[in-house]
């Protein structure tokens, strides 16, 4: 099982984009049309600005969006199943799996860098990073000092956000057995802070078009795969001001079975979480044109196997709570499905949960099978329009 993920903000780095201009013909062209979207010069972001330049939010979430999708147009994506991304990296994943096009996520990249640096102004905030100690007692150390846990990373990194002063006392405070170092960050991402941009972006979020996701989206708010293209745009909303959950982004990764990761640029920090976290994962981190090949091999070896037979479309039907696979008892391969039509259910601890075809079809494959373990996310079913 390969997987293809985006980094967030704090990634990028003067002049990382200027191979892709070199090296891909139409990649200034591409980067100018996608400029008068976000409202921002990506060209001059991307090649010669320098670190203070790209470090403003307004600039830096087009920016790495954009960067993002220019490289993975140079990949055969359809055979990589899985997207997940960091904070603004997860409108890249969105647009990777088909949910948003290339320019509406790149337009609202621009849209939420503006509202979000506009809500830092309001007043004094900030965000450090706590390394080490024991996660439980640095979230409570964190929820004492009145801040907020804003992205929770894994491989012993949580992020703490908050007021000014209040962060300046935590850094003091530290948790026992903790580093905390502050980030030159303009303020207080994923946290109630940040609600002014939540609003403006629910504002317009009606007039999104969103298909369906043509692949497994693992979401940062809680990790499982999101198979609604109406519900991802409400999450990405949402999480303006929720938390960054990456380490339940990685669980999910581990529960699908993760191989192979490819991270696109600016690669190298998430690549360094899924290194510490996912033991036995091959990683390709996808940084000027030259390491496209790498990818590419990636892909051949641990994407989708090829076929010469004529490739049905289908949509993969997963599960959203943990528990056992019941599936429906008159429902078998072959037989046709009506949208919102419940396949099965997940047994829990709490009662059974419905899991149901977000859209019509044939039912092409059962991907478990009664009593099998399902963990969120986990894929249960192909749903497709023909064979």
């Not at 979401?219 to 960054?244: I, K, Y």
Request: hydrophobic content about 50%; charged content about 20%; overall charge negative.
């Amino acid at each position: 099982m390969l997987a293809i993920v985006s980094p967030g903000q704090g990634a990028q780095k003067p002049g990382f984009l200027a191979p892709w201009l070199d090296s891909v013909p139409a990649a200034e062209a591409r980067l100018a049309w996608w400029s008068t979207l976000a409202g921002v010069d990506l060209v001059h972001l991307g090649t010669r600005a320098g670190a203070e330049e790209i470090k403003d939010t307004a600039r830096t979430q087009p920016l790495l969006v954009a960067a993002a999708l220019l490289a993975a147009e140079q990949l055969p994506l359809y055979d990589v199943p899985v997207v997940a991304g960091h904070s603004v990296g997860e409108l890249a994943a969105a647009a990777l799996a088909g949910v948003l096009t290339p320019e509406t996520a790149v337009a609202l990249a621009g849209l939420r860098g503006r509202e979000m640096a506009a809500a830092c102004a309001l007043e004094p905030t900030g965000m450090a990073a706590v390394l080490g100690g024991e996660p439980d007692e640095v979230v409570a150390a964190i929820e004492a000092h009145g801040l907020y846990p804003a992205n929770r990373n894994g491989a012993g990194q949580i992020v703490a956000a908050g007021a000014a002063e209040a962060l300046e006392k935590f850094t003091v405070q530290r948790p026992a057995g903790a580093r905390v170092i502050k980030l030159a960050v303009a303020g207080a991402f994923h946290t109630p802070f940040m609600a002014p941009a939540e609003r403006a972006l629910t504002a317009i979020a009606g007039g999104i078009t969103a298909t369906e996701p043509s692949k497994i989206m693992l979401s940062n708010l809680d990790g499982a795969a999101v198979n609604h293209g109406r519900e991802l745009v409400q999450r990405l909303v949402r999480q303006v001001t929720a938390p960054v959950r990456w380490d339940l982004c990685m669980r999910g990764l581990a529960d699908l079975g993760t191989t192979a990761v490819i991270e696109l640029p600016p690669a190298g920090t998430l690549a360094g979480l899924i290194k510490r976290e996912l033991k036995g994962v091959e990683i390709v981190t996808v940084n000027t044109p030259d390491d496209l090949a790498a990818a590419r091999d990636l892909i051949a070896r641990h994407g989708l196997p090829p076929s010469h037979e004529p490739t049905p479309s289908f949509r993969v039907v997963v599960a959203g709570d943990a528990g056992t696979f019941s599936p429906a008892a008159d429902l078998a391969e072959g037989d046709p499905v009506g949208k919102g039509q419940v396949i099965g259910q997940v047994i829990t601890r709490q009662g059974p949960v419905d899991v149901a075809a977000h859209a019509e079809g044939v039912l092409i494959e059962w991907l478990a099978h009664r009593d099998d373990p399902i963990a969120p996310g986990q894929p249960v079913a192909r749903i497709g329009e023909s064979f």
